[in-house]
């Protein structure tokens, strides 16, 4: 992605986040100066990896596979000391964009949405051999209340409503085409986007940035390099 394209996306997503009336933390809005003035005070930003996230997952197709986030808590799972002991973070998507199929071997993770459309959800087990299993049902949860569908049939959010991820559930999520932009709520066990997820097929987690202009704000793996 070329940072011209970061910078766009997180303007259009404060904008969504101010339509909704959502603020985030003070360091969501810091400029580079301000970022730089507040370098001795981080370590907890810094080593939990709270703040923004854009990434279109190597794919090189931002506006389907991709996505803006913000962890706005996190803890760390090799420091207890180091954070908070549970994760938050806000996925903004436009409408038709989805996250790629994975799972996670450590977090368990309610996926809510806030505001805005509908959010399309497809979940899978996981089979011994770590593949996506297409054939077994899935059981799951709904804000205490369980389901189970057939794997890849989708299921419908709408605001208010979320779904409960378990460790191995394949899944994929995203803003249903024709329903409009998305404001999502992560709540979850600590959150590790190094070590903690798995894909379907090959994918990168954190983009690679063309350097076309000066950043609005550094992503949350760029603190040490910006």
């Known amino acids: 992605m070329k940072r ?21 933390p003070r360091f969501a809005y810091w400029s580079m100066e301000e970022w730089r003035a507040h370098r001795d ?12 996230d854009i990434t279109d997952f190597g794919s090189g ?7 803006v986030l913000f962890t ?5 799972l090799r420091d207890p000391k180091l954070g908070s002991p549970y994760a938050e973070k806000y996925i903004l998507l436009r409408q038709g964009q989805f996250l790629p199929c994975h799972y996670h071997a450590s977090k368990t993770e309610d996926i809510i949405n806030r505001a805005g459309g509908v959010m399309s959800m ?12 297409r054939d077994s049902p899935v059981t799951l949860s709904s804000d205490g ?11 419908l959010v709408t605001p208010g409503n979320s779904v409960r991820i378990t460790p191995f559930v ?27 997820n798995y894909w379907a097929a090959e994918m990168e987690r954190f983009a690679a940035i063309e350097e076309d202009e000066a950043p609005l704000h550094p992503l949350c793996n760029e603190y040490d390099r910006l």
Do not use: C
Not at 61 to 66: L, N, P
Not at 122 to 133: A, E, I, K
């Open 170 to 196: 394949y899944h994929v999520f995203g803003a249903k085409q024709g329903e409009g932009d998305l404001v999502v709520g992560e709540v979850s066990s600590i959150n590790d986007d190094n070590t903690d």
């Open 145 to 155: 209340l369980f389901f189970t569908v057939e794997p890849g049939q989708e299921v």
């Open 41 to 52: 005070e981080l370590d907890t930003i810094r080593g939990v990896m709270q703040g923004w």
């Open 122 to 133: 497809y979940f899978y087990n996981r089979l011994p051999d770590g593949t996506v299993d």
């Open 61 to 67: 197709a931002f506006e389907r596979t991709g996505a």
């Open 4 to 24: 011209s394209e970061v910078n766009q996306a997180l303007r259009w997503a404060k904008t969504l986040l101010e339509r909704n009336n959502i603020r985030l």
């Open 72 to 76: 706005a808590r996190n803890g760390s």
